[in-house]
């Protein structure tokens, strides 16, 4: 009988499972859209119980395609959609209320008040600078607004986690309340340098530990699937991984300076820096790529909040296409930008600009721009930020970049990868398996589970599909970029505060 890798993983808009074979080729797959709440203009959230839902649907979906059992699985590796917080009652299993998601801004006061007052000390224990795209404030804001979280703090019963911690608490039967350090560095709690929970900045916000997970290692036995709640699966949970960690690992960037970026709905760029971590003098985060062993790999990671979820915006805001499979043809048709440039600055502007009062803003359209136009400017405007972010890095590492790995559903744009490519002056290479936050999540576990001894077993598993090669001349590519540049300029400090907006 057939066996098989489960890579777990949960987007922001959907969860995806994957299984891969003993030979590493992948056999199924099976996904479920996710739903996204706004409540109010700059807050997102997303149901816990939804995304659980979510999670069993997607890998049943993949199981049934092949006929493979529980007993089929030999272990599992999750990621996940990264900042996201969730609390929940540990006697009944249910959440609190509903999971504030990274890309949320409610908190951006909070951020400014406390980068005021420890702004320095939070980035040198933790490598971050202080922003509401982070858990921390998230939590605190779940903490101070949510009625039952302090009686059931006084309990014992109070748990709080990202949605690696949630999900493994429900793939377990509530057996297992753990993190791995990757996730944790991305909380804005953990020492960058111990990867342990670091009890200054705790107790700076008044977050008890006692009511986060446990960080391990990336590739540990984090706990076993209860077959009862996880589809009839007892495999071991070996491996956990934030989603572009995730996607690193999965590229098989496992030497310092290769970098990967994931297009989703929003985009993401890191580089392995190796065994030091690499503090930006630029505005990119450094992070914990993964930890084995004990001995953690950082990274540079630069975030981009609104890539994919400017497509779906044109589909579902603007109804101007009915799939983002219509892009690449109506990107082609415009025969040109027609001088409108679109900064998707919905929820503010991440990495470099860091401006959490930034919004969205199209420039230079005219009487002759259409449809094709917008289309083509958003496609672009990816393009644009992920350039933004590559030359930050360079000049953070000091190392010259020669090309650029990609994953994710927008790689099949064979425009945007065109452009993406022009715009870098850099060869774009894509991989025969695009889905590599699933796949890195299911070498994390296979490591994990004893089943492969190191990375470097796996590098032999990373095929290339395509390469897109620059053919833009320099004066265009210069011209381009500060025409995005100065409409970037437009939509910076567009509001003043999160409460005071014309909407």
């Given amino acids: 009988m057939a066996k098989y890798y489960l890579g777990l993983d949960q987007g922001t808009t959907g969860v995806t499972a994957i299984l891969f074979d003993e030979r590493w080729q992948q056999a199924a797959r099976g996904y479920r859209e996710i739903r996204q709440i706004y409540p109010q203009p700059g807050w997102v959230e997303h149901d816990a119980l939804d995304i659980w839902e979510a999670a069993c649907d997607a890998v049943s979906q993949a199981m049934n395609y092949v006929g493979a059992t529980g007993g089929d699985i030999l272990c599992v ?58 858990s921390a404030l998230k939590l605190r804001w779940l903490l101070d607004h949510v009625p039952e979280a302090k009686e059931l703090l006084a309990q014992g019963r109070l748990l709080a986690g990202n949605m690696d911690a949630w999900l493994v608490w429900k793939m377990s039967g509530g057996q297992a309340h753990v993190t791995d350090s990757s996730t944790a560095s991305r909380t804005m709690l953990m020492n960058l340098h111990s990867c342990r929970w670091d009890q200054d900045v705790l107790d700076i916000l008044g977050i008890p530990c006692r009511i986060l997970p446990t960080i391990r290692d990336s590739a540990s036995l984090f706990a076993y699937a209860d077959a009862d709640s996880f589809c009839g699966i007892k495999a071991p949970i070996s491996g956990m991984i934030n989603d572009q960690q995730a996607a690193l690992f999965g590229q098989t960037c496992f030497a310092p300076g290769t970098v990967k970026t994931t ?17 930006s003098e630029n505005g990119i985060v450094t992070t914990v790529g993964w930890q084995l062993d004990g001995h953690p790999t950082y990274a540079l990671d630069g975030g981009i909040y609104i890539s994919g979820a400017a497509t779906q915006w044109l589909r579902d805001g603007l109804k101007i296409i009915r799939s983002a499979s219509e892009t690449e043809a109506m990107a082609l048709a415009a025969g040109g930008n027609g001088g409108v440039y679109f900064v998707p600055a919905f929820t503010g502007l991440a990495a470099p600009h860091w401006d959490s009062y930034a919004r969205g803003t199209m420039v230079g359209i005219t009487a002759g721009t259409t449809a094709e136009h917008i289309v083509r400017a958003t496609l672009e405007s990816t393009a644009y930020q992920v350039s933004d972010l590559l030359k930050a890095m360079e000049s953070d590492s000091g190392v010259p970049i020669t090309a650029m790995r990609c994953d994710g559903g927008a790689v099949a744009n064979r ?31 296979a490591i994990g589970a004893g089943l492969c001894a190191s990375p470097n077993e796996l590098t032999g598993h990373w095929q290339l599909k395509c390469a897109y090669e620059p053919k833009m001349s320099a004066d265009e590519r210069e011209h381009l970029l500060s025409r995005w540049h100065k409409a970037v300029d437009r939509a910076r400090s567009w509001v003043e505060d999160e409460t005071n907006c014309d909407y």
């Avoid at 297009?263 to 503090?279: A, D, E, H, R």
């Avoid at 425009?415 to 994390?444: C, E, K, R, W, Y």
């Fill in 415 to 445: 425009f945007l990868m065109q452009f993406q490519a022009d715009i870098l002056n850099l060869p774009v290479h894509i991989p025969a398996i695009t889905d590599t936050t699933a796949l890195g999540s299911a070498f994390m576990a």
């Fill in 263 to 279: 297009y989703g709905t929003g985009c993401f760029m890191l580089m392995n820096t190796g065994s030091q971590p690499v503090f």
């Fill in 77 to 134: 590796g999750l990621d996940h959609e990264g900042e996201s917080v969730v609390l929940w009652d540990r006697a009944t299993g249910l959440p609190l209320a509903n999971t504030i998601v990274w890309q949320d801004r409610r908190t951006s006061e909070a951020a400014e008040a406390l980068s005021a007052s420890h702004g320095e000390l939070i980035r040198e224990k933790t490598g971050l600078h202080v922003d509401s795209y982070f």
